[in-house]
Protein backbone atom coordinates (compact mmCIF):
# COMPACT_ATOMS: atom_id res chain seq x y z
CA UNK A 1 0.00 0.00 0.00
CA UNK A 2 1.42 3.44 -1.05
CA UNK A 3 2.09 6.20 1.96
CA UNK A 4 0.82 9.77 1.13
CA UNK A 5 2.29 12.68 1.72
CA UNK A 6 0.11 15.01 3.56
CA UNK A 7 0.82 18.94 3.63
CA UNK A 8 0.36 19.78 7.35
CA UNK A 9 -0.51 23.59 6.03
CA UNK A 10 -3.33 22.65 3.78
CA UNK A 11 -3.85 18.65 4.23
CA UNK A 12 -3.66 18.08 0.85
CA UNK A 13 -2.32 14.70 -0.61
CA UNK A 14 1.64 15.79 -2.01
CA UNK A 15 2.87 12.59 -3.22
CA UNK A 16 2.28 8.90 -3.33
CA UNK A 17 5.62 6.84 -2.08
CA UNK A 18 5.28 3.09 -2.64
CA UNK A 19 5.87 0.99 0.69
CA UNK A 20 8.19 -1.75 1.38
CA UNK A 21 6.56 -5.28 0.73
CA UNK A 22 7.41 -8.23 3.29
CA UNK A 23 9.79 -10.14 0.22
CA UNK A 24 11.13 -6.57 -0.03
CA UNK A 25 12.40 -6.14 3.91
CA UNK A 26 13.49 -9.99 3.67
CA UNK A 27 15.83 -9.74 0.75
CA UNK A 28 17.24 -6.25 2.38
CA UNK A 29 17.46 -8.34 5.54
CA UNK A 30 19.61 -10.94 3.64
CA UNK A 31 21.65 -8.04 1.59
CA UNK A 32 22.32 -6.12 4.62
CA UNK A 33 23.34 -9.15 6.47
CA UNK A 34 26.21 -10.19 3.48
CA UNK A 35 27.21 -7.48 2.79
CA UNK A 36 27.87 -6.34 7.00
CA UNK A 37 30.85 -8.41 7.14
CA UNK A 38 32.84 -7.03 4.01
CA UNK A 39 31.68 -3.51 6.05
CA UNK A 40 32.83 -4.29 9.84
CA UNK A 41 35.99 -5.23 7.93
CA UNK A 42 36.57 -1.85 6.03
CA UNK A 43 38.84 0.06 8.19
CA UNK A 44 37.89 2.98 9.92
CA UNK A 45 39.58 5.68 7.76
CA UNK A 46 37.55 4.53 5.12
CA UNK A 47 34.11 4.13 6.97
CA UNK A 48 35.14 8.19 8.22
CA UNK A 49 36.14 8.84 4.54
CA UNK A 50 32.27 7.61 3.69
CA UNK A 51 30.81 9.78 6.44
CA UNK A 52 33.09 12.86 5.30
CA UNK A 53 31.05 12.61 2.00
CA UNK A 54 27.79 12.39 3.14
CA UNK A 55 27.84 15.63 5.39
CA UNK A 56 29.59 17.55 1.79
CA UNK A 57 26.76 16.09 0.40
CA UNK A 58 23.81 17.10 2.48
CA UNK A 59 25.94 20.69 2.88
CA UNK A 60 25.76 21.49 -0.77
CA UNK A 61 21.54 20.24 -0.56
CA UNK A 62 20.68 22.74 2.05
CA UNK A 63 18.04 24.65 0.15
CA UNK A 64 16.29 21.73 -1.31
CA UNK A 65 16.68 19.61 2.28
CA UNK A 66 15.09 22.77 3.91
CA UNK A 67 11.81 22.70 1.35
CA UNK A 68 11.42 19.16 1.42
CA UNK A 69 11.66 19.25 5.72
CA UNK A 70 9.25 22.25 6.15
CA UNK A 71 7.08 21.47 3.07
CA UNK A 72 6.62 17.43 4.95
CA UNK A 73 6.77 18.41 8.74
CA UNK A 74 5.03 22.06 8.76
CA UNK A 75 8.07 23.68 10.51
CA UNK A 76 9.22 26.65 9.71
CA UNK A 77 12.61 27.09 7.67
CA UNK A 78 15.13 28.20 10.48
CA UNK A 79 14.32 25.38 12.56
CA UNK A 80 14.71 22.69 9.34
CA UNK A 81 18.04 24.41 9.18
CA UNK A 82 19.05 25.40 12.71
CA UNK A 83 17.36 21.21 14.06
CA UNK A 84 16.73 19.33 11.99
CA UNK A 85 20.10 19.62 9.65
CA UNK A 86 22.54 21.15 11.80
CA UNK A 87 22.69 18.63 14.32
CA UNK A 88 22.92 15.45 12.03
CA UNK A 89 26.08 17.81 10.47
CA UNK A 90 27.45 17.98 13.38
CA UNK A 91 27.44 14.47 14.53
CA UNK A 92 28.99 13.24 11.57
CA UNK A 93 32.13 15.63 11.93
CA UNK A 94 32.48 14.17 15.34
CA UNK A 95 32.70 10.85 14.20
CA UNK A 96 35.11 11.47 10.99
CA UNK A 97 37.23 13.66 13.92
CA UNK A 98 36.77 11.20 17.09
CA UNK A 99 35.51 7.64 15.85
CA UNK A 100 38.98 6.24 15.08
CA UNK A 101 40.01 7.16 18.84
CA UNK A 102 36.52 5.69 20.43
CA UNK A 103 36.54 2.72 18.73
CA UNK A 104 40.41 1.77 18.70
CA UNK A 105 41.45 -1.08 20.87
CA UNK A 106 42.02 -0.42 24.75
CA UNK A 107 44.33 -1.56 27.15
CA UNK A 108 43.35 -2.39 30.62
CA UNK A 109 45.31 -2.98 33.23
CA UNK A 110 44.78 -6.68 35.54
CA UNK A 111 45.42 -7.74 39.24
CA UNK A 112 48.68 -9.06 40.28
CA UNK A 113 48.15 -12.55 40.13
CA UNK A 114 47.35 -11.48 36.32
CA UNK A 115 50.38 -10.01 35.85
CA UNK A 116 51.75 -12.88 33.02
CA UNK A 117 48.53 -12.11 31.21
CA UNK A 118 47.84 -8.71 28.58
CA UNK A 119 43.85 -7.56 28.63
CA UNK A 120 42.33 -5.45 26.52
CA UNK A 121 39.20 -4.42 25.11
CA UNK A 122 37.69 -4.47 21.58
CA UNK A 123 35.19 -3.03 20.23
CA UNK A 124 33.31 -4.63 17.44
CA UNK A 125 30.05 -4.32 15.12
CA UNK A 126 26.76 -5.83 16.37
CA UNK A 127 25.88 -7.21 12.36
CA UNK A 128 22.66 -5.55 11.07
CA UNK A 129 20.80 -2.90 12.84
CA UNK A 130 16.99 -1.77 12.66
CA UNK A 131 16.81 2.21 13.20
CA UNK A 132 12.45 2.90 13.34
CA UNK A 133 12.37 6.85 13.13
CA UNK A 134 9.96 9.41 13.73
CA UNK A 135 7.96 12.31 12.08
CA UNK A 136 9.01 15.04 14.55
CA UNK A 137 12.43 15.72 13.34
CA UNK A 138 12.62 12.94 10.47
CA UNK A 139 16.09 14.18 8.83
CA UNK A 140 18.41 13.93 12.11
CA UNK A 141 16.33 11.30 14.49
CA UNK A 142 16.99 9.12 11.09
CA UNK A 143 20.42 9.41 10.33
CA UNK A 144 22.10 10.10 13.28
CA UNK A 145 21.41 6.64 14.59
CA UNK A 146 21.92 4.99 10.87
CA UNK A 147 25.59 7.09 10.63
CA UNK A 148 26.53 6.03 14.12
CA UNK A 149 25.70 2.41 13.34
CA UNK A 150 27.50 1.73 10.14
CA UNK A 151 29.99 3.81 11.58
CA UNK A 152 30.65 1.27 14.02
CA UNK A 153 30.61 -1.16 11.42
CA UNK A 154 27.25 -2.36 11.20
CA UNK A 155 24.90 -2.30 7.82
CA UNK A 156 21.27 -0.81 8.22
CA UNK A 157 17.90 -1.46 7.94
CA UNK A 158 16.19 2.31 8.08
CA UNK A 159 12.43 2.88 8.08
CA UNK A 160 11.67 6.91 8.40
CA UNK A 161 8.29 7.94 9.50
CA UNK A 162 5.44 6.93 7.23
CA UNK A 163 4.16 10.86 8.30
CA UNK A 164 7.14 12.31 6.82
CA UNK A 165 7.78 10.25 3.87
CA UNK A 166 9.15 12.93 1.98
CA UNK A 167 12.11 13.57 3.99
CA UNK A 168 12.68 9.73 3.94
CA UNK A 169 12.50 9.85 -0.21
CA UNK A 170 15.20 12.91 0.78
CA UNK A 171 17.54 10.58 3.11
CA UNK A 172 17.66 7.69 0.10
CA UNK A 173 18.36 10.10 -2.45
CA UNK A 174 21.05 11.94 -0.57
CA UNK A 175 22.48 8.09 0.51
CA UNK A 176 22.98 7.51 -3.09
CA UNK A 177 24.82 11.02 -4.45
CA UNK A 178 27.17 10.10 -1.28
CA UNK A 179 27.72 6.62 -3.57
CA UNK A 180 26.75 4.65 -0.04
CA UNK A 181 26.55 0.89 -0.75
CA UNK A 182 22.45 0.65 -0.62
CA UNK A 183 22.93 -2.95 0.78
CA UNK A 184 25.10 -0.90 3.79
CA UNK A 185 22.05 1.17 4.52
CA UNK A 186 18.77 0.33 2.94
CA UNK A 187 15.55 2.50 3.13
CA UNK A 188 12.45 0.98 3.89
CA UNK A 189 9.63 3.23 3.68
CA UNK A 190 6.04 2.00 4.76
CA UNK A 191 3.90 1.98 8.12
CA UNK A 192 3.14 0.10 11.48
CA UNK A 193 3.67 -3.69 9.24
CA UNK A 194 7.29 -2.39 8.13
CA UNK A 195 8.38 -1.65 11.57
CA UNK A 196 7.14 -4.82 13.34
CA UNK A 197 8.34 -6.76 10.63
CA UNK A 198 11.99 -5.12 11.48
CA UNK A 199 11.42 -6.00 15.27
CA UNK A 200 10.53 -9.62 14.22
CA UNK A 201 12.94 -10.49 11.64
CA UNK A 202 15.91 -10.46 14.28
CA UNK A 203 18.23 -8.48 13.70
CA UNK A 204 21.12 -8.04 15.94
CA UNK A 205 20.19 -4.40 17.43
CA UNK A 206 16.98 -2.48 17.20
CA UNK A 207 16.93 1.42 17.82
CA UNK A 208 13.43 2.83 18.32
CA UNK A 209 12.66 6.42 18.69
CA UNK A 210 8.49 7.15 19.24
CA UNK A 211 6.08 7.21 21.87
CA UNK A 212 6.30 5.30 25.69
CA UNK A 213 3.43 3.50 24.48
CA UNK A 214 4.45 2.28 20.86
CA UNK A 215 7.95 1.81 22.86
CA UNK A 216 7.02 -0.70 25.33
CA UNK A 217 5.64 -2.65 22.51
CA UNK A 218 8.56 -2.59 20.26
CA UNK A 219 10.75 -4.13 23.58
CA UNK A 220 8.32 -6.91 24.07
CA UNK A 221 8.49 -8.05 20.32
CA UNK A 222 12.28 -7.38 20.89
CA UNK A 223 12.06 -9.74 24.21
CA UNK A 224 11.18 -12.87 21.49
CA UNK A 225 14.62 -12.91 20.38
CA UNK A 226 16.38 -11.17 23.26
CA UNK A 227 17.11 -8.54 20.55
CA UNK A 228 19.26 -5.73 22.25
CA UNK A 229 17.45 -2.54 21.52
CA UNK A 230 17.82 1.36 22.44
CA UNK A 231 14.27 3.00 23.24
CA UNK A 232 14.09 6.85 23.00
CA UNK A 233 11.23 7.76 24.19
CA UNK A 234 8.29 10.29 25.20
CA UNK A 235 9.51 13.10 27.80
CA UNK A 236 7.34 15.95 30.31
CA UNK A 237 10.75 17.59 30.56
CA UNK A 238 10.36 20.86 33.13
CA UNK A 239 12.00 23.67 33.60
CA UNK A 240 12.60 25.22 37.19
CA UNK A 241 13.18 28.98 37.60
CA UNK A 242 14.67 29.78 41.40
CA UNK A 243 13.88 33.25 42.67
CA UNK A 244 17.73 34.61 41.90
CA UNK A 245 17.44 33.51 38.01
CA UNK A 246 17.85 36.25 34.88
CA UNK A 247 14.43 36.39 34.19
CA UNK A 248 14.99 37.76 30.87
CA UNK A 249 16.92 34.83 29.67
CA UNK A 250 14.92 32.43 31.49
CA UNK A 251 11.78 33.98 29.70
CA UNK A 252 13.35 34.05 26.12
CA UNK A 253 14.61 30.11 27.31
CA UNK A 254 10.71 28.88 28.23
CA UNK A 255 8.96 30.58 25.11
CA UNK A 256 11.91 28.87 23.00
CA UNK A 257 11.54 25.61 24.79
CA UNK A 258 7.76 25.31 24.70
CA UNK A 259 7.02 26.79 21.42
CA UNK A 260 9.90 25.72 18.79
CA UNK A 261 8.85 22.84 16.38
CA UNK A 262 5.25 23.95 17.39
CA UNK A 263 6.11 22.21 20.94
CA UNK A 264 6.74 18.79 18.81
CA UNK A 265 10.26 18.14 20.31
CA UNK A 266 10.90 15.18 22.87
CA UNK A 267 12.67 17.78 25.23
CA UNK A 268 10.30 20.70 24.81
CA UNK A 269 10.08 22.69 27.96
CA UNK A 270 6.46 20.87 29.10
CA UNK A 271 6.34 22.52 32.62
CA UNK A 272 7.60 25.48 34.01
CA UNK A 273 8.08 25.66 38.12
CA UNK A 274 8.72 29.27 38.89
CA UNK A 275 9.37 30.42 42.37
CA UNK A 276 6.24 32.50 43.41
CA UNK A 277 8.45 35.75 44.09
CA UNK A 278 9.39 36.12 40.96
CA UNK A 279 6.14 34.62 39.48
CA UNK A 280 4.77 37.18 38.46
CA UNK A 281 7.21 39.14 36.71
CA UNK A 282 8.35 35.73 34.75
CA UNK A 283 4.67 35.73 33.29
CA UNK A 284 4.50 39.35 32.22
CA UNK A 285 7.69 38.76 30.07
CA UNK A 286 6.39 35.07 28.83
CA UNK A 287 3.27 36.45 27.51
CA UNK A 288 5.02 39.90 25.72
CA UNK A 289 7.70 37.81 24.17
CA UNK A 290 5.10 35.19 23.07
CA UNK A 291 2.49 37.62 21.79
CA UNK A 292 5.56 38.92 18.96
CA UNK A 293 5.22 35.55 17.60
CA UNK A 294 4.57 34.94 13.97
CA UNK A 295 2.28 31.69 12.67
CA UNK A 296 3.16 30.22 9.30
CA UNK A 297 5.37 28.47 7.34
CA UNK A 298 8.26 31.54 5.29
CA UNK A 299 11.99 32.16 7.15
CA UNK A 300 9.79 35.21 9.25
CA UNK A 301 7.55 32.49 10.43
CA UNK A 302 8.19 31.46 14.14
CA UNK A 303 5.92 28.50 14.46
CA UNK A 304 4.40 26.27 11.64
CA UNK A 305 1.19 24.35 11.85
CA UNK A 306 0.94 20.55 13.95
CA UNK A 307 2.40 18.34 11.43
CA UNK A 308 -0.84 15.45 12.30
CA UNK A 309 -4.27 15.84 13.04
CA UNK A 310 -4.31 13.58 15.76
CA UNK A 311 -1.77 15.31 17.73
CA UNK A 312 -3.47 18.65 17.22
CA UNK A 313 -6.63 17.22 18.20
CA UNK A 314 -4.56 15.97 21.40
CA UNK A 315 -3.09 19.32 22.23
CA UNK A 316 -6.56 21.07 21.95
CA UNK A 317 -7.87 18.11 24.63
CA UNK A 318 -4.89 18.89 26.74
CA UNK A 319 -5.89 22.54 26.96
CA UNK A 320 -9.42 21.71 27.15
CA UNK A 321 -8.83 19.13 30.26
CA UNK A 322 -6.92 22.19 31.90
CA UNK A 323 -9.31 25.10 31.56
CA UNK A 324 -12.43 22.37 32.55
CA UNK A 325 -10.40 21.47 36.29
CA UNK A 326 -9.52 25.03 36.87
CA UNK A 327 -6.80 26.85 34.44
CA UNK A 328 -6.59 29.92 32.90
CA UNK A 329 -5.69 30.63 29.63
CA UNK A 330 -3.69 33.66 29.93
CA UNK A 331 -2.77 33.62 25.97
CA UNK A 332 -3.59 31.44 23.45
CA UNK A 333 -5.68 28.77 23.23
CA UNK A 334 -7.09 28.79 19.70
CA UNK A 335 -6.77 26.28 16.85
CA UNK A 336 -6.95 27.41 13.27
CA UNK A 337 -7.31 24.25 11.11
CA UNK A 338 -3.87 23.16 11.59
CA UNK A 339 -2.06 25.73 13.12
CA UNK A 340 -2.25 26.32 17.29
CA UNK A 341 -1.45 29.64 18.72
CA UNK A 342 1.01 29.37 21.60
CA UNK A 343 -0.80 28.85 25.16
CA UNK A 344 0.57 29.91 28.58
CA UNK A 345 -1.68 28.75 31.54
CA UNK A 346 -1.60 29.25 35.19
CA UNK A 347 -3.72 27.87 38.02
CA UNK A 348 -2.43 24.32 37.04
CA UNK A 349 -1.80 21.42 39.23
CA UNK A 350 -0.61 17.72 38.37
CA UNK A 351 -4.61 16.29 38.53
CA UNK A 352 -4.70 18.01 34.90
CA UNK A 353 -3.51 15.78 31.61
CA UNK A 354 -1.09 18.72 30.33
CA UNK A 355 0.64 18.49 33.55
CA UNK A 356 0.97 14.60 33.71
CA UNK A 357 0.30 12.94 29.97
CA UNK A 358 3.35 14.41 27.20
CA UNK A 359 1.44 16.65 24.95
CA UNK A 360 3.91 17.58 21.99
CA UNK A 361 2.18 21.18 21.45
CA UNK A 362 2.81 24.80 21.63
CA UNK A 363 1.46 25.09 25.45
CA UNK A 364 3.44 26.46 28.41
CA UNK A 365 1.76 25.50 31.85
CA UNK A 366 3.12 27.35 34.79
CA UNK A 367 2.82 26.39 38.33
CA UNK A 368 3.83 28.70 41.30
CA UNK A 369 6.41 27.20 43.74
CA UNK A 370 7.07 28.38 47.27
CA UNK A 371 10.96 26.80 47.25
CA UNK A 372 13.51 24.89 45.41
CA UNK A 373 12.44 21.17 47.50
CA UNK A 374 8.46 21.60 45.97
CA UNK A 375 9.62 22.96 42.66
CA UNK A 376 12.28 19.06 42.51
CA UNK A 377 9.43 17.46 43.94
CA UNK A 378 7.04 18.68 41.40
CA UNK A 379 9.25 18.14 38.65
CA UNK A 380 9.87 14.47 39.63
CA UNK A 381 6.33 13.58 39.67
CA UNK A 382 6.20 12.44 36.28
CA UNK A 383 6.63 8.65 35.00
CA UNK A 384 9.35 10.22 32.24
CA UNK A 385 12.81 11.71 32.60
CA UNK A 386 14.05 12.84 29.24
CA UNK A 387 15.26 16.62 29.90
CA UNK A 388 15.00 18.75 32.16
CA UNK A 389 16.42 22.71 32.88
CA UNK A 390 17.57 24.79 35.69
CA UNK A 391 17.71 29.06 35.39
CA UNK A 392 19.86 30.45 38.89
CA UNK A 393 22.38 32.54 39.29
CA UNK A 394 23.49 30.47 42.25
CA UNK A 395 26.08 27.20 41.21
CA UNK A 396 25.50 25.94 44.47
CA UNK A 397 21.76 25.91 44.17
CA UNK A 398 22.42 24.64 40.32
CA UNK A 399 23.97 21.46 42.17
CA UNK A 400 21.57 20.65 44.55
CA UNK A 401 18.55 20.80 41.78
CA UNK A 402 20.85 18.45 39.45
CA UNK A 403 21.71 16.04 41.80
CA UNK A 404 18.00 15.29 43.03
CA UNK A 405 16.38 15.83 39.46
CA UNK A 406 15.55 11.91 38.38
CA UNK A 407 16.49 12.33 34.54
CA UNK A 408 18.69 11.55 31.79
CA UNK A 409 19.70 15.35 30.48
CA UNK A 410 20.06 18.86 32.30
CA UNK A 411 20.58 21.90 31.20
CA UNK A 412 21.19 24.83 32.98
CA UNK A 413 20.82 28.56 32.26
CA UNK A 414 18.67 27.96 28.82
CA UNK A 415 16.55 25.11 27.47
CA UNK A 416 16.12 22.15 24.92
CA UNK A 417 19.37 22.30 22.27
CA UNK A 418 21.51 20.20 24.90
CA UNK A 419 20.49 17.20 22.91
CA UNK A 420 22.47 18.87 19.95
CA UNK A 421 25.87 18.48 21.89
CA UNK A 422 27.70 15.74 19.35
CA UNK A 423 30.06 15.34 22.55
CA UNK A 424 27.14 14.10 25.04
CA UNK A 425 25.60 11.06 25.36
CA UNK A 426 21.47 11.52 25.29
CA UNK A 427 19.08 9.49 26.72
CA UNK A 428 16.33 8.82 29.32
CA UNK A 429 15.34 7.72 32.49
CA UNK A 430 12.42 6.46 33.87
CA UNK A 431 9.79 5.63 31.26
CA UNK A 432 11.60 7.96 28.85
CA UNK A 433 13.75 5.30 27.48
CA UNK A 434 17.01 2.82 27.39
CA UNK A 435 20.11 3.40 26.28
CA UNK A 436 22.26 6.63 24.99
CA UNK A 437 23.36 7.85 21.86
CA UNK A 438 25.68 10.47 20.82
CA UNK A 439 28.96 11.14 22.06
CA UNK A 440 31.70 8.08 22.46
CA UNK A 441 28.63 6.22 24.06
CA UNK A 442 26.69 6.45 20.61
CA UNK A 443 29.26 4.38 18.82
CA UNK A 444 29.80 2.00 21.97
CA UNK A 445 25.95 1.69 21.98
CA UNK A 446 26.32 -0.14 18.47
CA UNK A 447 29.23 -2.06 19.39
CA UNK A 448 30.21 -5.29 21.12
CA UNK A 449 32.44 -4.88 23.87
CA UNK A 450 34.81 -8.11 23.38
CA UNK A 451 37.13 -8.41 26.73
CA UNK A 452 40.34 -10.40 25.82
CA UNK A 453 42.98 -11.85 28.13
CA UNK A 454 46.15 -13.05 26.58
CA UNK A 455 48.21 -15.14 28.83
CA UNK A 456 51.91 -15.40 28.42
CA UNK A 457 52.76 -17.64 31.49
CA UNK A 458 54.82 -20.53 31.10
CA UNK A 459 54.73 -22.00 34.37
CA UNK A 460 51.64 -24.11 36.09
CA UNK A 461 48.33 -21.62 37.09
CA UNK A 462 47.61 -21.41 40.55
CA UNK A 463 44.47 -22.27 40.49
CA UNK A 464 44.97 -25.61 38.10
CA UNK A 465 44.07 -28.81 39.59
CA UNK A 466 45.17 -30.96 41.74
CA UNK A 467 44.44 -28.62 45.12
CA UNK A 468 46.73 -29.16 47.62
CA UNK A 469 46.84 -28.14 51.28
CA UNK A 470 50.18 -26.36 50.68
CA UNK A 471 48.06 -24.45 47.78
CA UNK A 472 45.34 -23.57 50.04
CA UNK A 473 47.81 -22.04 52.33
CA UNK A 474 49.63 -19.72 49.43
CA UNK A 475 46.40 -18.72 48.57
CA UNK A 476 45.64 -17.75 51.83
CA UNK A 477 48.41 -15.80 52.27
CA UNK A 478 48.29 -13.98 48.40
CA UNK A 479 44.45 -12.96 50.11
CA UNK A 480 45.42 -11.46 53.36
CA UNK A 481 48.51 -9.74 51.75
CA UNK A 482 46.03 -8.23 48.61
CA UNK A 483 43.20 -7.20 51.08
CA UNK A 484 44.03 -7.57 54.61
CA UNK A 485 45.70 -4.83 57.55
CA UNK A 486 49.32 -5.99 57.58
CA UNK A 487 52.30 -3.54 58.09
CA UNK A 488 53.94 -2.55 55.10
CA UNK A 489 57.32 -4.37 54.96
CA UNK A 490 55.55 -7.79 55.38
CA UNK A 491 52.78 -6.97 52.95
CA UNK A 492 56.01 -6.54 50.28
CA UNK A 493 57.69 -9.42 51.49
CA UNK A 494 54.44 -11.07 51.07
CA UNK A 495 54.06 -10.00 47.47
CA UNK A 496 57.66 -10.48 46.37
CA UNK A 497 56.75 -14.13 47.54
CA UNK A 498 53.54 -13.87 45.51
CA UNK A 499 55.05 -13.07 42.37
CA UNK A 500 57.67 -15.57 42.79
CA UNK A 501 54.85 -18.15 43.22
CA UNK A 502 53.18 -16.81 39.90
Known amino acids: MDLKAFSPETGKVIKRIPSATTSEIEEAYEKAVAAQETWSETKIEARVKTLRKLRKTINQDLSSLVKTITEDTGKVPNEALMADILPTLDQIKYYEENAGQILKTQKRKSPIYFRKNKSYVKYEALGVVSIIAPWNYPFQLALIPTITAITAGNTVLLKPSEDTPLVGEKIRELLQESDINQDIIHVLQGGKQVGEKLVDIAPDKIFFTGSTTVG ?32 DRATSAAVYGAFSNTGQTCVSIERVYTHQEIHKEFLEKAIKKTEKLKLGTDKESDLGPMTKP ?96 KTGNIYINDAVKNIGNPYLPFGGAKQSGLGRYHGPEGLKAFSNTKSIMKNNNKKPELNWFPYTTQKHKNIMKAVNTL ?17 KEL
Open 310 to 405: QQADKVMEHIKDAVQKGATIEIGGERENQYIHPTILTDVDHTMKIMNEETFGPTMPIQKTSDIDEAIQLANKTRYGLNASIFTKNPDTADKITGKL
Open 216 to 247: KTVMKNAAKNLTPLSLELGGKDPMIIHKDADI
Open 483 to 499: HGDINPLNKIRNLISLI
